[in-house]
């Protein structure tokens, strides 16, 4: 922050100061003849009060950059910039297109299940492929970096990525309920190394950013892939599940309805039932709900999952 006290005119450098302050990499630097006083203040004015004497020393401890060091770090910066600039970002435009339309279908209107489920789990695949078949580029052309107005970086994932990754995130959780979370795991984390194996062995590593850069630009990819991994493993264990189911008979207790951000949920609380000694808490859809009485018997199924990571649902 600004650290201000009165200088005398005495103190102050020989030259002028700059005429007005700049701003570089989204925070203020205030120029002089040997210096460079960064303000982390987005708005600052140069005024008879300066906070410390730059030509000579800090007050207070107030940041002085070496007019050498600030220039450097400049140019480094704008070499980072003009080498992302450089990588060509993804030429799969239509590939994009598609994962919004095919995502944001199956998001709204999940019909018919398995053909939309089906080909937004294998855009992603189909992508990096595409990407790797054409030369094997970098992993930074997979994330375009963007500066916002204050000068920070915002880190763009290819939508080929993140729409479908999120797409199945959400309908997974709408859609199917877990008997025990645990069971999922080792697969997802399975499909989680071999998808990342399959990035890297598509795309090469990210080289001439800073390190900062180069972390952020590999955890929003990882992170993408992360959750498209445990989503579409989680999804085709019950999607294509094919085994026969195990029937638990229980009595509905309760009934609930839970809203967050505008979607409601509906819930009914059953007696204990196979291996659970307590009441539980099971989501059906809004016109089972509304069939559901309270003390009616209802028919619990339980399947084992592609996987084997169990599932189940109220009949």
């Known amino acids: 922050m600004w ?4 200088i005398p005119q005495s103190a102050l450098p020989n030259k002028r100061l700059h005429p007005a302050p700049r701003r570089v990499l989204g925070v203020g630097y205030f120029v002089t003849r040997k210096y460079v006083v960064r303000s982390n203040q987005q708005r ?16 207070g401890g107030a940041p002085i950059i070496p007019r050498r060091t600030y220039s450097e770090m400049v140019k480094r910066r704008r070499g980072q910039r003009d080498y992302l600039a450089a990588l060509t ?22 019909q018919p299940y398995i ?25 930074a052309t997979l994330v375009r970096v963007k500066t916002d107005r204050n000068g920070h970086d915002a880190y763009d994932v290819a939508d080929f990525l993140d729409v479908p990754a999120i797409v199945l995130l959400l309908r997974v959780l709408m859609d199917f309920q877990f008997e025990k979370w645990q069971s999922l795991l080792i697969p997802g984390s399975v499909a989680c190394i071999l998808m990342i194996v399959f990035l890297f062995g598509t795309h090469k590593s990210v080289e001439g950013v ?18 498209y991994s445990y989503a579409a493993t989680y999804g085709m264990n019950c999607v294509y599940d094919s085994s026969e ?20 949920s509906y819930y009914v609380t059953v007696n204990p039932w196979g291996q659970y000694n307590q009441s539980e808490d099971l989501r059906v859809t809004s016109a089972r709900y ?23 649902y109220v009949e």
């Open 3 to 6: 650290i201000e006290a009165p």
């Open 44 to 59: 600052f004015q140069i005024s008879s009060r300066f906070a410390a004497q730059v030509s000579r020393e800090p007050l």
């Open 89 to 110: 970002f993804h030429k799969l435009d239509w590939l994009e297109i598609m994962a919004l339309v095919v995502g944001g279908w199956f998001l709204f209107f999940p």
């Open 115 to 139: 053909v939309f489920f089906s080909m937004v789990l294998v855009i992603p695949i189909v992508g990096l492929l595409i990407c790797g078949l054409s030369g094997r580029p970098s992993i």
């Open 210 to 227: 800073s390190r900062r850069r180069k972390a952020w630009i590999y955890v929003s990819l990882i992170l993408n892939v992360t959750i």
């Open 245 to 264: 189911p195990k029937v638990y008979q229980t009595e509905v207790i309760g009934k609930d309805v839970h809203t967050s951000r505008g979607r409601i």
């Open 290 to 312: 509304r069939e559901i009485a309270i003390g009616s018997p209802v028919n619990i199924d339980v399947k084992e999952g592609l996987f084997g990571i169990p599932w189940l």
